[in-house]
Nanobody, 124 residues
């Protein structure tokens, strides 16, 4: 069964950097990965899209992270990344990755999978 496994969260001071990774594991039945993205949810807030990337490499970002965060993917490794620079306390949240997957035996439909989340805390 395919799972998305995140890593790279932690505690960092304002102005610092972190790199999040999201790897697809159990890929025996995985045919392809379409769009991938990073969301975040701060306590008491709704989950919001931070950045997304298509299979062709096109990206989009929420305005609050433009110029500071970079989303990328390594298709050979089935891995998604989020490089976060110049971090601010308001970036503190649980970060979730997602991916739209085509799975063997399930036809041509895409299925959205989510990671378990990784905590990012930025101290002032």
């Amino acid at each position: 069964q395919v799972q998305l496994v995140e890593s790279g969260g932690g505690l960092v001071q304002a102005g610092g950097s972190l790199r999040l990774s999201c790897a697809a594991s159990g890929t025996g039945t995985l045919i392809s990965i379409n769009s991938m993205g990073w969301y975040r949810q701060a306590q008491g807030n709704q989950r919001e899209l931070v950045a997304a990337i298509t299979s062709g490499g096109s990206t989009n970002y929420v305005d609050s992270v433009k110029g500071r965060f970079t989303i990328s993917r390594d298709n050979a490794k089935n891995t998604l990344y989020l490089q976060m620079n110049s971090l601010k306390p308001e970036d503190s949240a649980v970060y979730y990755c997602n991916a739209d997957l085509k799975i063997a035996g399930l036809g041509s439909s895409l299925y959205r999978y989510w990671g378990q989340g990784t905590q990012v805390t930025v101290s002032s």
